[in-house]
C-alpha cells in the first residue's frame, strides 16, 4: 500500500472516529442538498454531528436538535449505517429533540408528524412510521390515498 493511500486512511479515521469534524459537515451539508433535491427542508443545530451518511427523502421537514448524534461511529452497521429521515408529504414533519442519540440505520418516515423528544437513544436499525401506507385489500389498495395517524 503507498505511503499517501495509508496516511489518506489514517487521516479519514481520525476524522471518523475522533473528532467527526469534516466528515460530520460533508454528510451534513449532503443531507441538506438532498432534502432541497427531493423538495423538502432541512432545520438543523449547528451542535448536531452526523457520523454516518444521512438520506433526507421527501417533501416535507426535518428537524434537528442540540447536541444531537446521527449515527454512532463505532457501533455495527449495515453497508455504511446510513439514516433515513423521509417526510414523505408537503406537511409532513419529523422532529428529532436535543441530545439524541440514533444509531446507525435508523429510519423514519412520516406521512404526517413523527416528533421524538430530548435524551432519545434508538438503537441500530431502529424504524419508526406514522403510517400503515397502504391498505390490506387488493381492491382498497389500488385506490391509492395511504394517510399518516393522526
Do not use: W
Not at 64 to 86: A, C, D, F, W
Amino acid at each position: 500500500m503507498s505511503t499517501i493511500l495509508r496516511k489518506l486512511i489514517i487521516f479519514t479515521y481520525s476524522l471518523k472516529y475522533k473528532s467527526l469534524g469534516l466528515l460530520s459537515c460533508f454528510y451534513k451539508y449532503s443531507f441538506i442538498l438532498d432534502c432541497i433535491g427531493h423538495g423538502g427542508t432541512a432545520e438543523l443545530s449547528p451542535s448536531c454531528k452526523f457520523a454516518v451518511p444521512v438520506r433526507g427523502l421527501g417533501k416535507g421537514k426535518v428537524l434537528v436538535g442540540n447536541k444531537t448524534l446521527l449515527g454512532y461511529p463505532q457501533s455495527h452497521r449495515l453497508g455504511s449505517g446510513e439514516i433515513m429521515l423521509q417526510a414523505r408529504t408537503a406537511n409532513s414533519v419529523i422532529k428529532i429533540g436535543d441530545r439524541c442519540v440514533l444509531n446507525n440505520n435508523f429510519c423514519a418516515i412520516s406521512c404526517d408528524s413523527i416528533r421524538l423528544g430530548d435524551h432519545v437513544l434508538a438503537g441500530i436499525c431502529v424504524t419508526i412510521v406514522d403510517s400503515d401506507f397502504h391498505e390490506v385489500s387488493p381492491e382498497k389498495r389500488e385506490q391509492g390515498g395511504h394517510r399518516g395517524k393522526s
